[in-house]
C-alpha cells in the first residue's frame, strides 16, 4: 500500500513531488536489505510484528517505482486527456482511469515480494530471529540441520514447502496478470 500510494503520487503530480518522493524511495532502494532486517530483527528481538514491520518497510520501493512508471506512462494517454477534457476531477482520473490501467504489474509485483517476504522470514528465523512462538518453515529447518544425515525428510519437506509456495504465487500473480490486464481483453 505505501508503494502504490507514494508511486501514484509522484507519478501523478510529476515536478518537485515526484522529486523528492523518488530521492526519499531510492534511499530505502539502497539500503541492504537483508542485512537491514537481521539488524533490526536482532536488536528488537525475535517477535512476528517486528519481522511484518521489516519485511513492510523495506519491500515498498519496487511497488512504488513501478507504479510511478505506469503512471507516468497512462497519465499522457488519450483516455486520460479525454476525461481531462469533459471536466473529470483529479481524483476520479487517477481512482477511474489510471489507477485500474496500472494494477496488472502492481498485482504480478505483489505475488512476488509474497513470495520474497516468504524467503525473508524463514531465513531469519533459520538464523534464530524468528518468533519462536509462531511454527515457521524457517525454523523447521533449523532445527532439522542436526538430522541431516539420519532423517533428510525432515529437512526436505519443509523446503520442498517454501518451494512450491513460491512458485505457486508466481505463477497466479501471471494467471491474474493475464486475467485483469485490460490491454490483453479481446472487446
Do not use: H
Request: with cysteine.
Amino acid at each position: 500500500m505505501i508503494g502504490v500510494a507514494v508511486g501514484a503520487t509522484a507519478g501523478f503530480m510529476g515536478g518537485k513531488t515526484d522529486d523528492v518522493l523518488m530521492r526519499i524511495t531510492e534511499l530505502f532502494q539502497v539500503i541492504p536489505k537483508f542485512f537491514l532486517a537481521l539488524m533490526i530483527a536482532f536488536y528488537f528481538g525475535p517477535s512476528i510484528w517486528n519481522i511484518i514491520l521489516v519485511i513492510g518497510i523495506l519491500s515498498w520501493p519496487s511497488t512504488c517505482r513501478l507504479v510511478r512508471g505506469e503512471f507516468l506512462s497512462l497519465k499522457e494517454q488519450e483516455f486520460v486527456q479525454a476525461a481531462r477534457s469533459i471536466g473529470a476531477r483529479r481524483k476520479s482520473i487517477i481512482f477511474s482511469e489510471i489507477l485500474p490501467n496500472a494494477t496488472p504489474p502492481v498485482i504480478v509485483n505483489a505475488s512476488l515480494q509474497v513470495g520474497s517476504a516468504i524467503l525473508t522470514e524463514t531465513t531469519l528465523s533459520f538464523f534464530g530471529l524468528g518468533d519462536p512462538s509462531w511454527v515457521s518453515w524457517g525454523r523447521m529447518l533449523f532445527d532439522a540441520q542436526r538430522l541431516l544425515r539420519v532423517a533428510w525428510w525432515v529437512s526436505f519437506f519443509p523446503g520442498v514447502s517454501i518451494f512450491l509456495t513460491v512458485l505457486g504465487l508466481n505463477l497466479t500473480g501471471d494467471g491474474m496478470n493475464d486475467a485483469l490486464n485490460p490491454r490483453l481483453r479481446e472487446t
